[in-house]
């Protein structure tokens, strides 16, 4: 098994294999009088949508899978949006947390994160929303911190049916 020092090094034996989508969801708050779905506000109040991401990552010596979530709360409306990435490697590596940290946050977040962009817009146009902007990827303000995390088991992130 090689072992890598860098996420560059990663990247010279990595293959983005797909991008898949496990939720896109959009929920307008403003509605008929006597709204069906809830009688509650929202509560997000300010005028600045509220965003939150929730990562997960599978790594082992032959690839490494990168779900992200995102959701954001503004006071007219409500969005998910759920995205992986899967990538193979053409030998097994070693990979140091600190490496695989970087590798998210430089490769497989910077994947991912057009298309949660276009698929929050996209949403936001089928409901007649406000389209809460998604700016330009900055590690500094999105990152994943592999130091912080808490380590549990988690449900397997499976690649899209053609790559199993």
């Known amino acids: 098994m090689k072992s890598v020092d860098s996420a560059l090094e990663v990247l010279n034996f990595a293959s983005l294999d797909a991008i898949q989508f496990y939720e896109t969801s959009a929920r307008l708050n403003a509605g008929f009088p006597g709204d069906f779905t809830t009688t509650e506000e929202s509560e997000n109040t300010s005028e600045e949508p509220t965003q939150e991401w929730l990562f ?4 082992s010596p032959d690839h490494i899978n990168f779900r992200a979530r995102l959701e954001i709360e503004s006071n007219d409306s409500q969005y998910v949006v759920d995205v992986a ?30 298309f949660a962009r276009e698929a929050l817009h996209e ?15 900055n590690p500094g303000d999105i990152a994943v911190d592999l ?3 808490e380590k549990r088991p988690s449900a397997s992130i499976k690649p899209p049916k053609e790559l199993s």
């Open 56 to 59: 997960s990552i599978q790594k």
């Open 85 to 114: 990435a899967f990538y193979s490697f053409t030998e097994p590596l070693s990979i140091s947390d600190e490496i695989l940290q970087e590798f998210i946050n430089r490769a497989a977040m910077i994947a991912v994160y057009p």
């Open 123 to 137: 949403l936001a146009r089928k409901v007649n929303a406000h389209v809460p902007i998604l700016g330009i990827y």
């Open 147 to 149: 130091s912080i995390a």
